[in-house]
């Protein structure tokens, strides 16, 4: 069975960093792309950012400059680096494993890991 795991969510003010970890139970890890998304309260969830499954690395508008994700293949884990965090960036970060390309609706999702920053 599959398991993604978040942590490193918090509170935090405008402007400070936070970096975000998902284990995943991936077997072969190298054949997913991963991906990290969130969703603020009464809003739809949305793409952050994602690296796919050859190292391309894709993010969000709102996110470019900002964040930034990394994977470690051999020890199961994608992160994402948060700095200048603003306000709008509240909302619960999930981690999504994808099965090909970044392109396709997610397979696995994590239990997702709260991100509050306040102004």
């Known amino acids: 069975q599959v398991q993604l795991v978040e942590s490193g969510g918090g509170l935090v ?8 970890s998902c284990a995943a139970s991936l077997r072969p890890a190298s054949s997913y792309s991963m991906g990290w998304f969130r969703q603020a309260p ?3 969830r949305e ?3 994602a690296i ?16 930034t994700i990394s994977r470690d293949n051999a020890k ?14 509240t909302a619960v970060y999930y981690c999504a494993a994808i099965v ?20």
């Open 76 to 89: 199961n884990t994608v992160d994402l680096q948060m700095n200048i965090l603003k306000p709008q960036d």
């Open 13 to 20: 003010q405008t402007g400070d960093s936070l970096r975000l």
């Open 47 to 49: 793409f952050v950012g």
């Open 100 to 119: 090909g390309s970044w392109k396709e609706k997610p397979t696995y999702w994590g239990q997702g890991t709260q991100v509050t920053v306040s102004s």
């Open 52 to 67: 796919n499954w050859n190292g391309a690395i894709y993010y969000a508008d709102s996110v470019k400059g900002r964040f």
């Open 42 to 44: 009464g809003k739809e």
